[in-house]
C-alpha cells in the first residue's frame, strides 16, 4: 500500500505549474523597461538636436538701410535671440532633453524595482502629457514665427527674410523639424505608458 501511495503523490506536486510565473507572464508579455528606455534616448537625442541647430542659426548679411539710396548697406545679423519666440523654443527643449534623460534613468530602475511599477508608469504617463503640451507649444510658436519669415505678411507689411538669410531659416526649419518629431516620440510615449499601465492592473 505505501508503494502505491507515495509515487502519485510525487507526481501530482511534479506537474502543477509555479502560479506565480504564469501570473507574471500574462501581466507583462514585454520588457517595457527597455523599450521605454530606448524611446527616451530618442527623444533626447532629438531635442538635443533641435536646441543645438537651432543656437548656432545665425548669419550675418549686407542689408540696405530704410531711407538711404539702395547702394548704402551695412552688415546685419538674423540669430535666435531676435525672437522670443526662437528663445522659448530653446528653453522648452532644452527642458524636454532634460526630462527625457531623467525618466530614462527611472525606467532602468524600474525594471530592477517592480514593486513600483505602477506609480512610476502612472507618473511618466501624466508627465509625458506635460511634456507634449510643452514640445507642441514650442514648436507652434517657432512655427508661426518661422513661417512669416519665410512668407512674409503683406496685410501688416512684414517682409520676409528668408530669401535674405537662407543658411539661418534652413537651420530654424531643421530645428522646429526635430522638436515636432520629439512631440511625437511623446505622444507615442504616453500611449506607450498608459498601456503599459493596464495591461499591468488589468
Excluded at 508579455?29 to 530618442?42: E, I, K, M, Q, W
Excluded at 506607450?192 to 499601465?197: P, Y
Aim: aromatic share 10%; proline share 5%.
Amino acid at each position: 500500500m505505501e508503494s502505491t501511495d507515495k509515487p502519485a503523490a510525487v507526481a501530482s506536486t511534479t506537474t502543477a505549474p509555479p502560479p506565480s510565473t504564469t501570473v507574471a507572464a500574462s501581466k507583462c508579455p514585454f520588457n517595457y523597461s527597455a523599450v521605454d528606455v530606448g524611446l527616451r534616448v530618442v527623444l533626447f537625442a532629438a531635442a538635443v538636436i533641435a536646441v543645438v541647430v537651432m543656437a548656432t542659426s545665425k548669419q550675418t548679411e549686407m542689408v540696405p538701410v530704410p531711407g538711404l539710396p539702395s547702394s548704402v548697406r551695412v552688415p546685419y545679423s538674423a540669430e535666435f535671440t531676435d525672437s522670443p519666440a526662437f528663445v522659448y523654443f530653446i528653453a522648452a527643449l532644452s527642458t524636454t532633453g532634460l526630462y527625457s534623460i531623467i525618466t530614462a534613468l527611472a525606467s532602468i530602475l524600474l525594471g530592477r524595482r517592480p514593486s513600483y511599477t505602477n506609480t512610476i508608469l502612472l507618473a511618466f504617463a501624466l508627465m509625458d502629457v506635460v511634456f507634449v503640451g510643452i514640445a507642441a507649444s514650442a514648436t507652434g510658436s517657432a512655427g508661426g514665427v518661422a513661417y512669416i519669415g519665410l512668407r512674409g505678411n503683406s496685410h501688416v507689411r512684414w517682409d520676409k527674410i528668408c530669401n535674405v538669410y537662407d543658411e539661418f531659416c534652413r537651420h530654424v526649419g531643421t530645428a522646429i523639424a526635430f522638436s515636432l518629431f520629439a512631440a511625437i516620440l511623446l505622444v507615442f510615449l504616453t500611449m506607450f505608458s498608459t498601456f503599459a499601465l493596464y495591461k499591468k492592473i488589468r
